[in-house]
């Protein structure tokens, strides 16, 4: 009973490196999010996948790329990583139609500092 | 502008009282849905409650319950009967639209809620 597992739980980079987040849920959810959690912050949504094949901009996308590589899973990708960017990261799911949009959750996050 | 405001940065309660986390939104789309979530210091972000616009009650999931009042653009969190393990962070959540597309939230800055033995 897994529901939404990302990877690597903790991660230092240095400035200019790149690196690539993993998300996976097990629910057969269509939708699935990343959001970022600056300290003291609410989260903020940095790309979406309102559907397997789509990707699309959130509030914060600059400096991040995403794939939705099948229903399973959506990774979030740091090419040339920035002091900016540590924060902690949140993948999220939930079943768009079918009654099952009022219910999101989320994975455990991913720390990652930038140095 | 703040699409959601939460006014109080902590909140300390006795265990065994009830307690209010405020939350007030703002959106001119008439389709919207209002979620609470509390994160403990582990980090996990865990689902309370939804209150879609539309729903004629109030939303309740146990010991939460969501008092809307709808004209007033407000979503307080209601705890009945306080535990310490409810002491986290709690954030109130909008999504704008309805509830077939894609469920992109716009989230407050969070209450740090303290229950006291």
């Known amino acids: 009973n897994a529901g939404v597992t990302q990877t690597p739980k903790f991660q230092v980079l240095k400035t200019g490196q790149s690196m690539t987040l993993q998300c996976a849920q097990d629910?057969?959810?269509?939708?699935m999010y990343w959001y970022r959690q600056d300290p003291g912050m609410g989260l903020r949504l940095i790309y979406y996948?309102?559907?397997?094949?789509?990707?699309d901009k959130g509030e914060v996308p600059n400096g991040y790329n995403v794939s939705r590589l099948n229903k399973r899973e959506f990774s979030l990708r740091l090419e040339s990583a920035a002091p900016s960017q540590t924060s902690v990261y949140f993948c999220?799911?939930?079943?768009?139609?079918?009654?099952?949009?009022?219910?999101?959750?989320f994975g455990e996050g991913s720390w990652l500092t930038v140095v | 502008a703040q699409k959601i405001t939460q006014t109080q940065p902590g909140m300390f309660v006795q265990e065994k009282e009830a307690v209010t986390l405020d939350c007030t939104y703002d959106?001119?789309?008439?389709?919207?849905?209002l979620f609470w979530y509390k994160q403990p210091s582990s980090g996990e972000m865990i689902f309370l409650i939804y209150?879609?616009?539309?729903?004629?009650q109030n939303a309740t999931e146990g010991r939460y319950s969501l008092n809307f009042q709808k004209a007033r653009k407000s979503a307080n969190l209601v705890i009945s009967a306080s535990q310490l393990g409810d002491s986290a962070m709690y954030f109130c959540?909008?999504?704008?639209?309805?509830?077939?597309?894609?469920?992109?939230?716009?989230f407050g800055q969070g209450t740090r809620l303290t229950i006291n033995p």
């Open positions: 629910m057969n959810h269509n939708s």
């Open positions: 959106t001119s789309d008439p389709s919207y849905g």
């Open positions: 999220a799911s939930t079943l768009l139609g079918q009654g099952g949009g009022n219910t999101i959750y």
């Open positions: 996948s309102a559907s397997e094949g789509t990707t």
């Open positions: 209150q879609g616009s539309y729903d004629q």
């Open positions: 959540a909008m999504r704008e639209g309805n509830i077939q597309g894609a469920q992109k939230l716009v």
